[in-house]
């Protein structure tokens, strides 16, 4: 798979305020990763706290003086924590390009990937028709990423009927909620992270239409 599918395929822009400085993340492939908290506003006036990865060298663009508002270009990444504290599929947004940026703030997704399992419908305590959609999404190096996904009413009744192994496309926000957990320490209030689509659709239909 080339670059240019890989960001076809998974594609993140956002723009937001930075929410505290950053840390150190993890080493891969010689490189070392830090990590840092984009709040990024919606309409609603509620806002979404998002974990950035950066390589080291993009952090000179963070220490210039002006930590404040920027724009991040990447992909969305998960990862399974195995060591047993916080969130077991953990996401952040992996960006490949970093700037400062004056302009509102702005949440988009795009994802081609692959469902792999079997989408779920529930209704809100209004009544609203919610599915919970799990989209595995290739990347280079035969790897994938396990991506939480949910769609509303109409989109959402459409994608319950949707099987394993069906290809979509989508088209939304990466959002952040967060929620009471019982714990042997007693309720612990965690964060979980989604893609809230705002279109999605079947690969093949998209073709049919075209």
Same mark, same amino acid.
């Given at each position: 798979?080339?670059?240019?599918?890989?960001?076809?395929?998974?594609?993140?822009?956002?723009?937001?305020? +930075?929410?505290?400085?950053?840390?150190?993340?993890?080493?891969? /492939?010689? #490189?070392? %990763?830090?990590? %840092?908290?984009?709040?990024?506003?919606?309409?609603?006036?509620?806002? =979404?706290?998002?974990?950035?990865?950066?390589?080291?060298? #993009?952090?000179?663009?963070?220490?210039?003086?002006?930590?404040?508002?920027?724009?991040?270009?990447?992909?969305?990444?998960? %990862?399974?924590?195995?060591? !047993?504290?916080?969130?077991?599929?953990?996401?952040?947004?992996?960006?490949?390009? &970093?700037?400062?940026? =004056?302009?509102?703030? $702005?949440?988009?997704?795009?994802?081609?990937?692959?469902? *792999?399992?079997?989408?779920?419908?529930?209704?809100?305590?209004?009544?609203?028709?919610?599915?919970? $959609? $799990?989209?595995? +999404?290739?990347?280079? @190096?035969?790897?994938?990423? @396990?991506?939480? *996904?949910?769609?509303?009413?109409?989109?959402?009744?459409?994608?319950?009927?949707?099987?394993?192994?069906?290809?979509?496309? &989508?088209?939304?926000?990466? #959002?952040?909620?967060?929620?009471?957990? $019982?714990?042997?320490? !007693?309720?612990?209030?965690?964060?979980? %992270?989604?893609?809230?689509?705002?279109?999605?659709? /079947?690969?093949?239909?998209?073709?049919?239409?075209?």
């Amino acid at each position: 798979m080339n670059m240019d599918m890989n960001t076809e395929n998974n594609s993140v822009l956002l723009c937001g305020t +930075v929410a505290d400085a950053p840390t150190y993340s993890h080493s891969s /492939r010689g #490189q070392d %990763f830090y990590t %840092f908290p984009l709040e990024v506003m919606r309409l609603s006036g509620n806002s =979404d706290l998002i974990n950035i990865i950066v390589r080291r060298e #993009q952090l000179e663009l963070l220490e210039s003086g002006r930590i404040d508002r920027l724009r991040a270009a990447g992909e969305v990444r998960s %990862f399974n924590n195995r060591r !047993g504290d916080g969130a077991k599929l953990v996401i952040t947004v992996l960006a490949k390009e &970093l700037s400062l940026c =004056d302009d509102e703030d $702005m949440n988009l997704v795009t994802l081609r990937g692959t469902l *792999c399992k079997t989408p779920n419908l529930r209704s809100t305590p209004m009544g609203r028709d919610i599915c919970d $959609m $799990m989209v595995a +999404v290739n990347r280079r @190096y035969g790897r994938s990423d @396990y991506l939480p *996904c949910i769609c509303w009413g109409l989109k959402a009744r459409e994608a319950a009927e949707w099987t394993v192994g069906t290809e979509i496309v &989508l088209t939304g926000r990466l #959002q952040s909620r967060t929620y009471v957990k $019982m714990t042997d320490e !007693g309720l612990v209030e965690k964060t979980a %992270f989604e893609i809230s689509a705002a279109e999605a659709a /079947r690969a093949v239909d998209l073709l049919n239409v075209m």
